[in-house]
């Protein structure tokens, strides 16, 4: 794949229409300030050229097509270890353990982690969204993960709501959290 203008161009306009999504979600969310910064690191050439080489049609996470040419993703390595509201974030060794372990999200973490999630899944399922979708996206990559019980059950609690009670009463409970 190369790189080329008008793959730039959309891909800008993707991730910026996230971004904004995700800020007027952590507004909601009581965390309007901290939304400002959401995903800054996107527009650096670590994370840009390669989301724009890989963008296909706004469907997807660039990170996923650069996953297939590399088997790990160089942009998605450079964006989780520089924004604190991936919970592949929180890990660290553990000399008790011997090995790296998770480490509970802070809340403020977490509340921008739901809103960054409802966002990509509002953004890549288009007129298809549901508020299930973000849940089931979740739900379906759970095997495996290095997260901390606490930030899982979190989250989990969280997305539930949002598909059974809908985004009046998900971000009412989120701003209380």
């Known amino acids: 794949m190369n790189f080329s203008f008008k793959k730039a ?6 991730i910026t229409r996230h971004r904004h999504m995700v800020i007027r979600h952590c507004k909601k969310a009581g965390i309007f300030w901290q939304g400002l910064f959401h995903d800054l690191s996107k527009y650096t050439p670590a ?13 997807k996470s660039p990170n996923e097509t650069e996953r297939e040419v590399f088997g790990y993703s160089p942009a998605w390595l450079h964006h989780k270890g520089r924004n604190r509201h991936h919970f592949e974030y929180w890990t660290d060794y553990s ?12 809340k403020n973490w977490i509340k921008e982690l739901l809103c960054d999630r409802i966002a990509a899944s509002k953004i890549y ?8 979708h ?7 990559g759970n ?7 606490e930030t899982s059950d979190t989250i989990l609690y969280f997305l539930t709501l949002l598909s059974e009670q809908g985004e009046n009463a998900f971000f009412e409970a989120l701003k209380k959290f």
């Not at 161009?9 to 993707?14: R, S």
């Open 143 to 149: 095997t495996g993960r290095l997260i901390a019980k």
């Open 134 to 140: 973000p849940l089931t996206y979740y739900t379906r």
């Open 47 to 59: 994370e840009f050229m390669a989301g724009a080489k890989y963008y296909t049609d706004g469907t």
């Open 9 to 14: 161009y959309f891909h800008f306009i993707t």
């Open 125 to 132: 399922q288009g007129d298809a969204y549901t508020n299930n």
């Open 95 to 106: 000399k008790k353990e011997g090995k790296v372990v998770p480490v509970e999200m802070p």
